[in-house]
Protein backbone atom coordinates (compact mmCIF):
# COMPACT_ATOMS: atom_id res chain seq x y z
CA UNK A 1 0.00 0.00 0.00
CA UNK A 2 1.57 3.54 -0.49
CA UNK A 3 1.68 6.13 1.82
CA UNK A 4 -1.36 8.31 2.99
CA UNK A 5 -4.00 6.25 2.52
CA UNK A 6 -7.35 6.82 4.50
CA UNK A 7 -7.58 4.08 6.93
CA UNK A 8 -10.24 3.86 9.69
CA UNK A 9 -9.35 0.83 12.30
CA UNK A 10 -12.27 -0.17 14.38
CA UNK A 11 -11.49 -1.62 17.96
CA UNK A 12 -8.25 -0.28 20.60
CA UNK A 13 -7.49 -3.79 21.42
CA UNK A 14 -4.07 -5.08 21.16
CA UNK A 15 -4.90 -5.64 17.23
CA UNK A 16 -6.61 -2.48 16.32
CA UNK A 17 -4.34 0.11 18.70
CA UNK A 18 -1.11 -1.68 17.44
CA UNK A 19 -2.29 -1.39 13.52
CA UNK A 20 -3.31 2.26 14.21
CA UNK A 21 0.31 2.72 15.51
CA UNK A 22 2.22 1.36 12.58
CA UNK A 23 0.21 2.46 9.73
CA UNK A 24 0.04 5.96 11.15
CA UNK A 25 4.26 5.75 11.44
CA UNK A 26 4.09 5.19 7.89
CA UNK A 27 2.78 8.23 6.93
CA UNK A 28 -1.11 6.71 6.19
CA UNK A 29 -4.60 9.34 7.73
CA UNK A 30 -5.43 6.97 10.40
CA UNK A 31 -8.60 7.15 12.24
CA UNK A 32 -9.42 4.68 15.34
CA UNK A 33 -12.92 3.86 16.43
CA UNK A 34 -13.59 2.80 19.73
CA UNK A 35 -16.84 1.40 21.29
CA UNK A 36 -15.90 2.01 24.73
CA UNK A 37 -15.24 4.92 26.87
CA UNK A 38 -11.77 3.32 27.67
CA UNK A 39 -8.89 1.65 24.91
CA UNK A 40 -7.84 -1.80 25.35
CA UNK A 41 -10.17 -4.53 24.98
CA UNK A 42 -9.47 -7.18 26.67
CA UNK A 43 -6.00 -5.88 27.68
CA UNK A 44 -7.70 -3.13 29.48
CA UNK A 45 -7.10 -1.84 33.44
CA UNK A 46 -9.02 0.74 35.94
CA UNK A 47 -8.05 1.97 39.42
CA UNK A 48 -9.75 0.88 42.66
CA UNK A 49 -9.32 2.59 45.71
CA UNK A 50 -5.26 2.81 44.95
CA UNK A 51 -4.47 0.03 43.05
CA UNK A 52 -4.70 -0.66 39.44
CA UNK A 53 -6.73 -4.00 38.21
CA UNK A 54 -6.54 -5.58 35.00
CA UNK A 55 -10.01 -6.41 33.65
CA UNK A 56 -8.15 -9.52 32.77
CA UNK A 57 -5.56 -11.92 34.72
CA UNK A 58 -2.39 -10.97 32.44
CA UNK A 59 1.27 -12.92 31.90
CA UNK A 60 2.73 -12.20 28.91
CA UNK A 61 4.53 -15.19 27.58
CA UNK A 62 7.48 -13.13 25.74
CA UNK A 63 7.48 -9.76 27.59
CA UNK A 64 9.76 -6.93 25.76
CA UNK A 65 11.34 -9.96 23.53
CA UNK A 66 8.54 -10.80 21.58
CA UNK A 67 5.76 -9.10 19.59
CA UNK A 68 4.88 -6.28 22.11
CA UNK A 69 8.46 -5.12 22.66
CA UNK A 70 9.08 -5.49 18.57
CA UNK A 71 5.96 -3.32 18.37
CA UNK A 72 7.00 -0.87 20.68
CA UNK A 73 10.01 -0.35 18.96
CA UNK A 74 9.07 0.16 15.65
CA UNK A 75 6.54 2.85 16.76
CA UNK A 76 8.78 4.92 19.66
CA UNK A 77 6.62 3.92 21.73
CA UNK A 78 7.65 3.92 25.79
CA UNK A 79 6.61 0.79 27.13
CA UNK A 80 8.71 -0.74 29.83
CA UNK A 81 8.49 -4.27 31.43
CA UNK A 82 9.05 -6.00 34.70
CA UNK A 83 10.65 -9.29 34.37
CA UNK A 84 11.66 -11.45 37.13
CA UNK A 85 13.25 -14.58 38.12
CA UNK A 86 11.84 -17.02 38.91
CA UNK A 87 8.79 -16.35 36.91
CA UNK A 88 6.34 -18.35 38.99
CA UNK A 89 5.45 -20.79 41.28
CA UNK A 90 4.16 -24.00 40.79
CA UNK A 91 1.65 -25.57 43.38
CA UNK A 92 0.58 -29.44 42.63
CA UNK A 93 -0.72 -31.57 45.54
CA UNK A 94 -1.93 -28.79 47.63
CA UNK A 95 1.44 -28.60 49.21
CA UNK A 96 4.52 -29.18 46.75
CA UNK A 97 6.07 -26.31 45.36
CA UNK A 98 8.17 -25.52 42.17
CA UNK A 99 9.55 -22.49 41.13
CA UNK A 100 9.58 -21.87 37.17
CA UNK A 101 12.95 -20.42 36.21
CA UNK A 102 12.90 -18.50 32.73
CA UNK A 103 15.99 -20.74 31.46
CA UNK A 104 14.25 -24.17 31.52
CA UNK A 105 18.15 -25.43 31.82
CA UNK A 106 18.55 -23.36 35.24
CA UNK A 107 20.41 -26.04 37.67
CA UNK A 108 17.89 -24.21 39.99
CA UNK A 109 15.38 -25.24 38.18
CA UNK A 110 16.18 -28.97 37.60
CA UNK A 111 16.29 -28.99 41.35
CA UNK A 112 12.85 -28.02 42.07
CA UNK A 113 11.41 -29.97 39.31
CA UNK A 114 13.34 -33.06 40.28
CA UNK A 115 12.29 -32.34 44.07
CA UNK A 116 8.33 -31.71 42.78
CA UNK A 117 8.57 -35.04 40.92
CA UNK A 118 9.74 -36.95 43.84
CA UNK A 119 7.57 -35.28 46.46
CA UNK A 120 4.10 -35.28 44.49
CA UNK A 121 4.83 -38.58 43.56
CA UNK A 122 5.68 -40.12 46.40
CA UNK A 123 4.24 -38.20 49.92
CA UNK A 124 1.24 -36.22 48.50
CA UNK A 125 -1.89 -38.22 49.88
CA UNK A 126 0.17 -40.11 52.32
CA UNK A 127 0.49 -38.27 55.23
CA UNK A 128 3.06 -36.19 56.70
CA UNK A 129 6.58 -37.68 56.67
CA UNK A 130 9.74 -36.68 58.38
CA UNK A 131 12.11 -33.95 56.83
CA UNK A 132 14.76 -37.40 56.77
CA UNK A 133 12.81 -39.46 54.67
CA UNK A 134 12.05 -37.13 52.42
CA UNK A 135 15.76 -36.05 51.70
CA UNK A 136 15.97 -40.18 50.81
CA UNK A 137 13.25 -40.53 48.29
CA UNK A 138 14.13 -36.89 46.64
CA UNK A 139 17.80 -38.15 46.49
CA UNK A 140 16.46 -41.77 44.78
CA UNK A 141 14.43 -39.95 42.80
CA UNK A 142 17.15 -37.32 41.66
CA UNK A 143 19.80 -40.74 41.20
CA UNK A 144 16.95 -42.14 38.81
CA UNK A 145 16.07 -39.54 36.79
CA UNK A 146 19.51 -39.30 36.16
CA UNK A 147 19.87 -42.62 35.23
CA UNK A 148 17.43 -41.89 31.98
CA UNK A 149 16.09 -39.45 29.54
CA UNK A 150 13.19 -37.55 30.86
CA UNK A 151 9.72 -37.11 29.52
CA UNK A 152 10.26 -33.33 29.52
CA UNK A 153 13.88 -33.63 27.84
CA UNK A 154 12.47 -35.60 25.49
CA UNK A 155 9.67 -32.63 24.54
CA UNK A 156 12.48 -29.95 24.64
CA UNK A 157 14.11 -32.20 21.58
CA UNK A 158 10.77 -32.30 19.74
CA UNK A 159 10.42 -28.49 20.01
CA UNK A 160 14.02 -28.01 18.55
CA UNK A 161 13.27 -29.48 15.63
CA UNK A 162 10.01 -27.78 15.56
CA UNK A 163 11.44 -24.52 15.88
CA UNK A 164 13.49 -24.71 13.04
CA UNK A 165 11.42 -27.40 11.00
CA UNK A 166 8.21 -25.02 9.61
CA UNK A 167 7.05 -28.43 8.01
CA UNK A 168 7.09 -30.63 10.99
CA UNK A 169 5.03 -28.41 12.86
CA UNK A 170 2.78 -27.44 9.91
CA UNK A 171 2.11 -31.43 10.58
CA UNK A 172 2.00 -31.47 14.14
CA UNK A 173 -0.84 -28.64 13.75
CA UNK A 174 -2.60 -31.61 12.13
CA UNK A 175 -2.85 -33.43 15.66
CA UNK A 176 -3.99 -32.54 19.31
CA UNK A 177 -1.70 -32.13 21.69
CA UNK A 178 -3.35 -34.76 23.71
CA UNK A 179 -2.52 -37.17 21.10
CA UNK A 180 1.29 -35.70 20.85
CA UNK A 181 2.27 -36.47 24.49
CA UNK A 182 0.72 -39.63 24.35
CA UNK A 183 3.18 -40.92 22.02
CA UNK A 184 5.83 -39.51 23.81
CA UNK A 185 5.05 -40.63 27.52
CA UNK A 186 2.79 -42.20 29.56
CA UNK A 187 3.63 -40.34 32.75
CA UNK A 188 0.65 -38.83 34.50
CA UNK A 189 2.91 -36.21 36.53
CA UNK A 190 3.91 -35.19 32.96
CA UNK A 191 0.50 -35.32 30.76
CA UNK A 192 -0.78 -33.31 33.92
CA UNK A 193 2.02 -30.53 33.69
CA UNK A 194 1.12 -30.45 29.98
CA UNK A 195 -2.23 -30.38 30.30
CA UNK A 196 -2.27 -27.32 32.57
CA UNK A 197 0.30 -25.39 30.69
CA UNK A 198 -2.03 -26.04 27.66
CA UNK A 199 -4.85 -24.50 29.05
CA UNK A 200 -3.02 -21.62 30.49
CA UNK A 201 -1.18 -20.45 27.10
CA UNK A 202 -3.95 -21.87 24.62
CA UNK A 203 -7.12 -21.78 26.80
CA UNK A 204 -8.54 -25.04 25.80
CA UNK A 205 -8.15 -29.00 26.86
CA UNK A 206 -5.12 -30.38 25.41
CA UNK A 207 -7.47 -32.30 23.81
CA UNK A 208 -8.68 -29.52 21.40
CA UNK A 209 -5.27 -27.59 21.05
CA UNK A 210 -3.31 -28.23 17.92
CA UNK A 211 0.26 -29.62 19.31
CA UNK A 212 1.93 -27.25 16.56
CA UNK A 213 0.61 -24.41 17.94
CA UNK A 214 1.19 -25.28 21.56
CA UNK A 215 4.92 -26.47 20.83
CA UNK A 216 5.29 -22.70 19.36
CA UNK A 217 4.22 -21.15 22.37
CA UNK A 218 5.92 -23.14 24.55
CA UNK A 219 9.27 -23.07 22.37
CA UNK A 220 9.12 -19.29 21.72
CA UNK A 221 8.87 -18.91 26.05
CA UNK A 222 11.91 -20.34 26.65
CA UNK A 223 13.84 -19.11 23.79
CA UNK A 224 13.10 -15.76 24.83
CA UNK A 225 13.30 -16.09 28.56
CA UNK A 226 11.25 -12.95 29.81
CA UNK A 227 8.05 -13.89 30.62
CA UNK A 228 7.01 -10.83 32.82
CA UNK A 229 4.06 -7.85 33.08
CA UNK A 230 4.11 -4.30 31.46
CA UNK A 231 5.35 -1.72 34.45
CA UNK A 232 2.21 0.14 35.19
CA UNK A 233 -0.42 -2.89 34.55
CA UNK A 234 -1.66 -4.47 31.71
CA UNK A 235 -3.83 -1.24 29.99
CA UNK A 236 0.31 0.63 29.00
CA UNK A 237 0.14 -1.90 26.20
CA UNK A 238 -2.08 -0.54 24.18
CA UNK A 239 -1.51 2.75 25.79
CA UNK A 240 1.98 3.13 24.45
CA UNK A 241 0.99 1.86 21.17
CA UNK A 242 -1.72 4.62 21.48
CA UNK A 243 0.27 7.29 22.72
CA UNK A 244 2.56 6.55 19.72
CA UNK A 245 -0.18 7.42 17.98
CA UNK A 246 -1.24 10.28 18.84
CA UNK A 247 2.33 12.09 18.86
CA UNK A 248 2.36 11.10 15.26
CA UNK A 249 -0.85 12.57 14.21
CA UNK A 250 -3.72 9.58 14.11
CA UNK A 251 -7.42 10.00 15.41
CA UNK A 252 -8.52 8.12 18.23
CA UNK A 253 -12.50 8.62 19.16
CA UNK A 254 -13.52 6.52 22.16
CA UNK A 255 -17.08 5.57 22.85
CA UNK A 256 -17.88 5.85 18.87
CA UNK A 257 -19.01 2.19 17.70
CA UNK A 258 -18.66 1.35 14.23
CA UNK A 259 -22.39 0.09 12.90
CA UNK A 260 -21.46 -0.86 9.56
CA UNK A 261 -18.46 -1.36 7.44
CA UNK A 262 -20.29 -0.04 4.19
CA UNK A 263 -19.03 -1.98 1.06
CA UNK A 264 -19.92 -0.82 -2.55
CA UNK A 265 -18.88 -2.70 -5.90
CA UNK A 266 -17.35 -5.65 -3.43
CA UNK A 267 -15.06 -2.75 -2.23
CA UNK A 268 -15.45 -1.58 1.08
CA UNK A 269 -16.16 2.28 1.02
CA UNK A 270 -15.95 3.20 4.82
CA UNK A 271 -17.23 2.82 8.29
CA UNK A 272 -20.58 4.36 9.56
CA UNK A 273 -20.87 4.88 13.33
CA UNK A 274 -23.64 4.03 15.61
CA UNK A 275 -24.90 7.64 15.62
CA UNK A 276 -24.58 8.13 11.94
CA UNK A 277 -21.29 9.41 11.26
CA UNK A 278 -19.76 8.38 7.93
CA UNK A 279 -16.10 7.64 7.97
CA UNK A 280 -14.91 7.06 4.23
CA UNK A 281 -12.10 5.27 4.12
CA UNK A 282 -9.70 3.53 1.28
CA UNK A 283 -8.87 0.25 3.48
CA UNK A 284 -10.88 -0.72 6.87
CA UNK A 285 -8.70 -2.76 9.64
CA UNK A 286 -11.45 -4.24 11.88
CA UNK A 287 -10.18 -5.77 15.49
CA UNK A 288 -13.91 -6.40 15.85
CA UNK A 289 -13.14 -10.05 15.53
CA UNK A 290 -14.18 -12.34 12.42
CA UNK A 291 -17.32 -12.88 13.41
CA UNK A 292 -18.56 -9.79 14.01
CA UNK A 293 -17.18 -8.07 11.39
CA UNK A 294 -18.61 -10.45 8.87
CA UNK A 295 -21.90 -9.28 10.14
CA UNK A 296 -21.00 -4.97 10.33
CA UNK A 297 -19.77 -5.75 6.68
CA UNK A 298 -22.87 -7.34 5.44
CA UNK A 299 -22.79 -11.53 5.16
CA UNK A 300 -24.12 -11.00 1.81
CA UNK A 301 -20.64 -9.26 0.83
CA UNK A 302 -19.02 -12.34 0.84
CA UNK A 303 -18.35 -15.79 -0.95
CA UNK A 304 -20.91 -17.61 0.83
CA UNK A 305 -18.11 -20.87 1.23
CA UNK A 306 -16.27 -17.63 3.39
CA UNK A 307 -19.64 -16.84 5.51
CA UNK A 308 -20.47 -20.85 6.28
CA UNK A 309 -16.05 -21.47 7.00
CA UNK A 310 -16.51 -17.82 9.57
CA UNK A 311 -19.48 -19.52 11.12
CA UNK A 312 -18.04 -22.69 11.87
CA UNK A 313 -14.94 -21.24 13.62
CA UNK A 314 -14.95 -22.23 17.05
CA UNK A 315 -13.87 -19.39 20.35
CA UNK A 316 -11.38 -20.50 23.46
CA UNK A 317 -12.93 -21.29 26.40
CA UNK A 318 -13.09 -18.32 29.28
CA UNK A 319 -10.82 -17.63 32.19
CA UNK A 320 -13.16 -16.36 34.83
CA UNK A 321 -11.16 -14.14 37.59
CA UNK A 322 -11.40 -13.26 41.65
CA UNK A 323 -9.76 -10.29 42.23
CA UNK A 324 -8.29 -8.85 45.91
CA UNK A 325 -6.68 -5.88 47.57
CA UNK A 326 -4.84 -6.87 50.94
CA UNK A 327 -4.32 -4.58 53.70
CA UNK A 328 -0.56 -6.62 53.76
CA UNK A 329 1.99 -8.58 51.51
CA UNK A 330 0.24 -12.04 52.47
CA UNK A 331 1.51 -14.63 50.15
CA UNK A 332 5.28 -14.87 49.81
CA UNK A 333 6.50 -18.11 47.38
CA UNK A 334 10.08 -16.46 46.29
CA UNK A 335 8.01 -15.39 42.92
CA UNK A 336 5.53 -12.66 41.38
CA UNK A 337 2.87 -15.33 40.38
CA UNK A 338 1.48 -19.11 41.18
CA UNK A 339 -0.43 -21.81 40.05
CA UNK A 340 -2.29 -24.67 41.57
CA UNK A 341 -1.89 -27.67 39.06
CA UNK A 342 -4.74 -29.71 39.45
CA UNK A 343 -4.40 -33.23 41.09
CA UNK A 344 -6.78 -34.67 38.55
CA UNK A 345 -6.07 -37.20 35.48
CA UNK A 346 -4.98 -35.00 32.81
CA UNK A 347 -7.22 -36.56 29.86
CA UNK A 348 -10.13 -35.33 32.70
CA UNK A 349 -8.88 -32.49 33.83
CA UNK A 350 -11.24 -29.66 32.33
CA UNK A 351 -14.43 -31.94 31.51
CA UNK A 352 -16.10 -30.09 34.25
CA UNK A 353 -16.87 -27.30 31.57
CA UNK A 354 -18.72 -29.05 29.46
CA UNK A 355 -20.84 -30.53 32.02
CA UNK A 356 -21.83 -27.89 33.30
CA UNK A 357 -19.47 -28.83 36.82
CA UNK A 358 -17.63 -27.49 39.26
CA UNK A 359 -13.51 -28.83 39.60
CA UNK A 360 -12.89 -30.38 42.99
CA UNK A 361 -9.34 -29.41 42.57
CA UNK A 362 -9.42 -26.07 39.63
CA UNK A 363 -6.30 -25.16 37.81
CA UNK A 364 -5.42 -21.28 39.45
CA UNK A 365 -3.52 -18.90 37.34
CA UNK A 366 -2.57 -16.31 39.74
CA UNK A 367 -0.19 -13.64 38.91
CA UNK A 368 0.15 -10.62 41.86
CA UNK A 369 0.50 -7.60 39.77
CA UNK A 370 2.53 -5.50 43.24
CA UNK A 371 4.93 -8.24 42.95
CA UNK A 372 6.37 -7.13 39.92
CA UNK A 373 5.45 -3.81 40.37
CA UNK A 374 5.10 -2.31 43.56
CA UNK A 375 3.14 0.65 42.34
CA UNK A 376 0.24 -0.71 40.78
CA UNK A 377 -1.20 -1.01 44.71
CA UNK A 378 -1.20 1.28 47.60
CA UNK A 379 2.33 1.08 49.78
CA UNK A 380 2.44 -2.08 51.72
CA UNK A 381 -0.64 -3.50 50.29
CA UNK A 382 -1.05 -6.87 48.36
CA UNK A 383 -2.56 -6.87 44.92
CA UNK A 384 -3.88 -10.83 44.22
CA UNK A 385 -5.47 -11.64 40.24
CA UNK A 386 -6.64 -15.30 40.37
CA UNK A 387 -8.38 -17.00 37.00
CA UNK A 388 -9.51 -20.03 36.63
CA UNK A 389 -11.01 -21.62 33.39
CA UNK A 390 -14.83 -21.79 32.45
CA UNK A 391 -17.75 -21.84 29.83
CA UNK A 392 -17.81 -18.75 27.17
CA UNK A 393 -21.12 -18.36 25.56
CA UNK A 394 -23.05 -16.10 27.82
CA UNK A 395 -25.83 -18.32 29.03
CA UNK A 396 -27.95 -17.87 32.48
CA UNK A 397 -26.90 -21.37 33.44
CA UNK A 398 -23.23 -20.74 32.30
CA UNK A 399 -23.08 -17.51 34.46
CA UNK A 400 -24.37 -19.50 37.26
CA UNK A 401 -21.69 -22.27 36.53
CA UNK A 402 -19.05 -19.56 36.90
CA UNK A 403 -19.95 -17.94 40.04
CA UNK A 404 -20.31 -21.95 41.41
CA UNK A 405 -16.77 -22.37 39.71
CA UNK A 406 -15.38 -19.31 41.55
CA UNK A 407 -17.03 -20.04 44.75
CA UNK A 408 -14.70 -23.18 44.76
CA UNK A 409 -11.45 -21.74 43.55
CA UNK A 410 -11.82 -19.03 46.18
CA UNK A 411 -12.14 -21.50 48.55
CA UNK A 412 -9.42 -23.36 47.18
CA UNK A 413 -7.03 -19.95 47.36
CA UNK A 414 -8.20 -19.71 51.14
CA UNK A 415 -7.02 -23.46 51.87
CA UNK A 416 -3.34 -22.58 50.27
CA UNK A 417 -3.30 -18.83 51.96
CA UNK A 418 -5.44 -18.62 55.14
CA UNK A 419 -4.10 -15.34 55.87
CA UNK A 420 -5.68 -14.26 52.49
CA UNK A 421 -8.99 -14.29 54.74
CA UNK A 422 -8.57 -11.78 57.46
CA UNK A 423 -7.03 -8.92 55.23
CA UNK A 424 -9.08 -8.70 52.23
CA UNK A 425 -9.99 -4.88 52.18
CA UNK A 426 -11.96 -5.56 48.73
CA UNK A 427 -12.59 -8.49 46.56
CA UNK A 428 -14.26 -8.70 43.13
CA UNK A 429 -15.29 -11.04 40.12
CA UNK A 430 -15.30 -10.40 36.73
CA UNK A 431 -16.38 -13.43 34.56
CA UNK A 432 -17.93 -14.24 31.02
CA UNK A 433 -20.24 -11.05 31.10
CA UNK A 434 -18.25 -8.86 32.31
CA UNK A 435 -15.60 -9.92 28.83
CA UNK A 436 -18.72 -9.96 26.44
CA UNK A 437 -19.04 -6.72 27.66
CA UNK A 438 -15.86 -5.24 26.80
CA UNK A 439 -15.50 -7.03 23.55
CA UNK A 440 -18.78 -6.58 22.35
CA UNK A 441 -19.77 -9.95 21.75
CA UNK A 442 -22.17 -13.00 22.69
CA UNK A 443 -19.17 -15.00 24.31
CA UNK A 444 -16.79 -13.76 27.29
CA UNK A 445 -13.99 -16.00 25.66
CA UNK A 446 -10.12 -15.25 26.93
CA UNK A 447 -8.39 -15.52 23.72
CA UNK A 448 -10.05 -15.48 20.79
CA UNK A 449 -10.88 -18.25 18.11
CA UNK A 450 -9.53 -21.38 19.80
CA UNK A 451 -6.31 -22.54 18.41
CA UNK A 452 -7.34 -25.98 17.71
CA UNK A 453 -6.77 -28.21 14.98
CA UNK A 454 -8.24 -26.95 11.69
CA UNK A 455 -7.45 -23.17 13.30
CA UNK A 456 -3.71 -22.55 13.50
CA UNK A 457 -0.60 -21.68 11.58
CA UNK A 458 -1.61 -22.74 7.59
CA UNK A 459 -5.59 -22.88 8.34
CA UNK A 460 -5.85 -20.11 10.88
CA UNK A 461 -8.14 -17.57 9.08
CA UNK A 462 -5.88 -15.02 7.21
CA UNK A 463 -5.83 -11.18 7.61
CA UNK A 464 -7.13 -10.41 3.81
CA UNK A 465 -10.71 -11.10 3.85
CA UNK A 466 -12.50 -11.36 -0.07
CA UNK A 467 -14.17 -7.95 0.84
CA UNK A 468 -11.53 -5.34 -1.09
CA UNK A 469 -9.94 -2.92 1.27
CA UNK A 470 -11.25 -5.15 4.02
CA UNK A 471 -8.56 -6.71 6.43
CA UNK A 472 -8.94 -8.45 9.79
CA UNK A 473 -6.32 -7.87 12.68
CA UNK A 474 -6.20 -9.14 16.37
CA UNK A 475 -6.16 -12.96 17.78
CA UNK A 476 -8.94 -13.99 15.00
CA UNK A 477 -6.33 -13.35 12.03
CA UNK A 478 -3.00 -14.01 10.73
CA UNK A 479 -0.40 -15.27 13.68
CA UNK A 480 0.68 -17.64 16.32
CA UNK A 481 1.40 -16.98 19.76
CA UNK A 482 -0.43 -16.45 23.22
CA UNK A 483 -3.60 -14.23 23.52
CA UNK A 484 -2.08 -10.67 23.63
CA UNK A 485 1.07 -11.58 21.64
CA UNK A 486 -0.94 -13.53 18.97
CA UNK A 487 -2.94 -10.05 18.39
CA UNK A 488 0.62 -7.72 18.41
CA UNK A 489 2.05 -10.38 15.98
CA UNK A 490 -1.14 -10.35 13.44
CA UNK A 491 -1.00 -6.31 13.28
CA UNK A 492 2.93 -6.61 12.71
CA UNK A 493 2.14 -9.07 9.90
CA UNK A 494 -0.22 -6.60 8.79
CA UNK A 495 1.49 -3.79 8.65
CA UNK A 496 3.79 -5.37 6.59
CA UNK A 497 1.28 -6.41 3.42
CA UNK A 498 -0.14 -2.93 3.79
CA UNK A 499 2.83 -1.01 4.19
C1 LIG B 1 -9.55 -13.12 31.81
C2 LIG B 1 -8.54 -13.07 30.69
C3 LIG B 1 -7.23 -13.49 30.91
C4 LIG B 1 -6.27 -13.43 29.90
N1 LIG B 1 -4.97 -13.77 30.17
C5 LIG B 1 -4.00 -13.56 29.22
C6 LIG B 1 -2.62 -13.70 29.53
O1 LIG B 1 -2.23 -14.04 30.65
N2 LIG B 1 -1.71 -13.45 28.54
C7 LIG B 1 -2.08 -13.05 27.30
O2 LIG B 1 -1.20 -12.78 26.46
N3 LIG B 1 -3.39 -12.93 26.97
C8 LIG B 1 -4.35 -13.16 27.89
N4 LIG B 1 -5.69 -12.99 27.60
C9 LIG B 1 -6.10 -12.85 26.20
C10 LIG B 1 -5.91 -11.47 25.65
O3 LIG B 1 -6.35 -10.48 26.56
C11 LIG B 1 -6.68 -11.32 24.33
O4 LIG B 1 -6.45 -12.45 23.50
C12 LIG B 1 -6.24 -10.08 23.56
O5 LIG B 1 -6.19 -8.96 24.42
C13 LIG B 1 -7.20 -9.82 22.42
O6 LIG B 1 -6.76 -8.73 21.68
P1 LIG B 1 -7.46 -8.32 20.33
O7 LIG B 1 -6.64 -7.24 19.72
O8 LIG B 1 -7.67 -9.51 19.45
O9 LIG B 1 -8.90 -7.74 20.63
P2 LIG B 1 -9.85 -7.38 21.86
O10 LIG B 1 -9.13 -7.22 23.12
O11 LIG B 1 -10.99 -8.35 21.81
O12 LIG B 1 -10.35 -5.94 21.43
C14 LIG B 1 -11.33 -5.69 20.48
C15 LIG B 1 -11.71 -4.22 20.58
O13 LIG B 1 -12.65 -3.91 19.54
C16 LIG B 1 -13.64 -3.06 20.09
N5 LIG B 1 -14.85 -3.18 19.25
C17 LIG B 1 -15.58 -4.30 19.01
N6 LIG B 1 -16.63 -4.01 18.21
C18 LIG B 1 -16.54 -2.68 17.93
C19 LIG B 1 -17.33 -1.80 17.15
N7 LIG B 1 -18.42 -2.22 16.49
N8 LIG B 1 -16.98 -0.49 17.09
C20 LIG B 1 -15.88 -0.03 17.75
N9 LIG B 1 -15.10 -0.84 18.52
C21 LIG B 1 -15.43 -2.14 18.59
C22 LIG B 1 -13.85 -3.60 21.49
O14 LIG B 1 -14.48 -2.66 22.33
C23 LIG B 1 -12.40 -3.88 21.91
O15 LIG B 1 -11.79 -2.75 22.46
C24 LIG B 1 -6.65 -13.00 28.61
C25 LIG B 1 -7.98 -12.60 28.38
C26 LIG B 1 -8.92 -12.62 29.40
C27 LIG B 1 -10.32 -12.17 29.12
Known sequence: MTGNKQVVVIGSGIGGAGIAALLQSRGHQVTLLEKNPFYGGKCSSFVKDGYVVDSGVHMYSMGPRGPHGDLNRRVGGDLEWCVSNPMSDIISSGRVHML??????????????????????????????????????????????????????????????????????????????????????????????????????????????????????????????????????????????????????????????AARIRVEGERVRGVESKEGEFFPAEVVVSNAGIKRTLELAGEENFPSEYAAYVRGLRYSYSFITAKYGLSRRVVDVGAPSFFNKPHVHPDHMFEYIEQ??????????????????????????????????????????????????LDRAEERLLELFPAVKGNVEWSMRTHISHTAAITGKPSGECIGLAQCVGQTGLAKPSCRTPVEGLWLVGTDAGARGVGTEQAAASALYLAGILS
Open 356 to 405: GGVPEDPLLFVPMPSEWDPYVAPLGRQLLIMGVPGPSEVTPQNVEQCERI
Open 100 to 257: AYQNQFDPRGLVENLKAVALDRRIAGEGERDAAKRMRLLEKETYRAAKRMRPREVLDAVVRIARRDEALLTELDGITLQEFAHRVTDDLGFLGTLATLCMVLLVVPYSMAAAGEFLWCYASIYRNRSLGVPRGSAREIPGSFLRAFLRAGGRLRLGCE
